[in-house]
């Protein structure tokens, strides 16, 4: 009973393809984020949603598209992939945005770009 | 502009030592402050928070950690380390009082505990 679940794991592609990440959670929770993980372990948020709005959008490549069918889901697409694009990426829930509730983390998935 | 800072890149302890993972903060408004705990390959897990209350706050796995104010830190401790301990801790910090939705991580500490 996985709660915040990501797929695929690691994902290695070439330059220039387009892959997603899909992210689902069980928790029953309204936020959901996407963050990226650089190679120095830094840890920045991407996107935030909120009851499948859009709250933050951290000056993120257009390559770069979230996509909220629902609560418990929040994908991201990305197009004309880039070496630099190459990080883990971690998707969150949180139970609100608005008040100081902790994060759920998924395991990540590992972006390779070559 | 809220931000965290966590000077040490890492710290080594010998295990059943008394661990300190620093951490200090800089907000606008009233600091909500959390410490989440990642072991190698697999997402950040929440270890405990500060929101209000009393300044020494407990959490997961044995955690504590010491709000204060004048000096902004929020320092995660524990009083005896386990081997198993050794993993990578990030301070996080949330403003709300600027009205930002946005947690900010520190860059993480890496503790090692030597058997």
């Known amino acids: 009973d996985t709660a915040v679940s990501q797929t695929p794991k690691y994902l290695v592609t070439q330059m220039g393809n387009d892959k997603s990440i899909k992210c689902e959670q069980n928790l029953g929770h309204d936020t959901m984020y996407w963050y990226k993980q650089d190679s120095k372990k830094f840890l920045k948020i991407m996107f935030s949603?909120?009851?499948?709005?859009?709250?933050i959008n951290e000056t993120v490549p257009n390559r770069f598209s979230p996509k909220s069918p629902d609560k418990a889901h929040l994908n991201l697409h990305i197009n004309s992939l880039e070496l630099g694009d190459s990080a883990v990426y971690f998707c969150?829930?949180?139970?609100?945005?608005?008040?100081?509730?902790?994060?759920?983390f998924g395991p990540g998935t590992r972006l390779t770009v070559t | 502009a809220q931000s965290v800072a966590q000077p040490e890149d890492q710290v080594n302890v010998a295990e059943g030592n008394p661990l300190t993972v620093k951490c200090t903060y800089s907000?606008?408004?009233?600091?909500?402050l959390f410490w989440y705990v990642q072991y190698p390959n697999r997402g950040l897990q929440f270890l405990l928070k500060?929101?209000?209350?009393?300044?020494l706050v407990k959490g997961s796995y044995g955690f504590e950690a010491e709000f204060n104010k004048s000096q902004t830190s929020f320092h995660l401790k524990k009083p005896s380390a386990l081997v198993s301990d050794s993993a990578l801790y990030f301070c996080a910090v949330r403003d709300l009082g600027t009205g930002g939705f946005k947690t900010i991580f520190g860059a993480g500490t890496r503790l090692f505990v030597k058997a």
């Open positions: 907000v606008s408004g009233n600091p909500y």
């Open positions: 949603y909120n009851n499948k709005e859009l709250i």
């Open positions: 969150a829930s949180s139970q609100g945005l608005a008040a100081p509730y902790e994060q759920y």
């Open positions: 500060y929101i209000t209350g009393d300044n």
